[in-house]
């Protein structure tokens, strides 16, 4: 028997995803404070920049899930101000990640799709950055 799908399953927020990876990939990289400030304990300066920006992604998403922030949304200024990487360096690599839909523009910023986590994981996995 098939699986129904309704309309809720094509759009990009709807979908699970498994923490536990991701949770793990962020562990030694990012700490959270009690006021729920993403901190990097990692020089994210010695990853790749696309990497620090979804190590950052990744981490707000799980704070929105978990409703300790208001919003999961990205900007190149945030990011920029948080890993302290040149904001050339990050606008062309959100342009990039943008370009493979690993980011997708939303409000005034960015956000990881649910689609694109597995992927992400993989990615940061396979490159030694988990």
């Known amino acids: ?14 979908g699970s995803f498994d923490e ?3 949770l793990k990939i962020l562990q030694g990289k990012i700490v959270f ?3 729920n400030e993403i901190i990097f304990v990692t020089d994210p300066n010695k990853l790749k920049a ?4 979804l190590l950052y992604a990744l981490a707000k998403k799980i704070l929105a ?5 208001d919003s999961e949304i990205i900007t190149s200024a945030e990011v920029a101000s948080k890993t ?3 904001p050339n360096t990050i606008d062309v690599s959100i342009m990039r ?14 956000q990881i799709p649910v689609f694109k986590i597995e992927e ?11």
């Open 1 to 14: 028997m098939e699986t129904k799908l309704s309309i809720d399953d094509l759009y990009t927020d709807s």
């Open 65 to 69: 899930l978990h409703k300790k922030i």
């Open 20 to 22: 536990q990876r991701i």
């Open 84 to 86: 302290k990487i040149r």
């Open 33 to 35: 404070t009690k006021e």
């Open 120 to 130: 992400i994981v993989s990615l940061l996995t396979k490159n030694k950055q988990k």
């Open 97 to 110: 990640l943008k370009d493979k839909k690993t980011l997708l523009p939303a409000g005034n910023g960015y």
């Open 50 to 53: 696309g990497g620090s920006i």
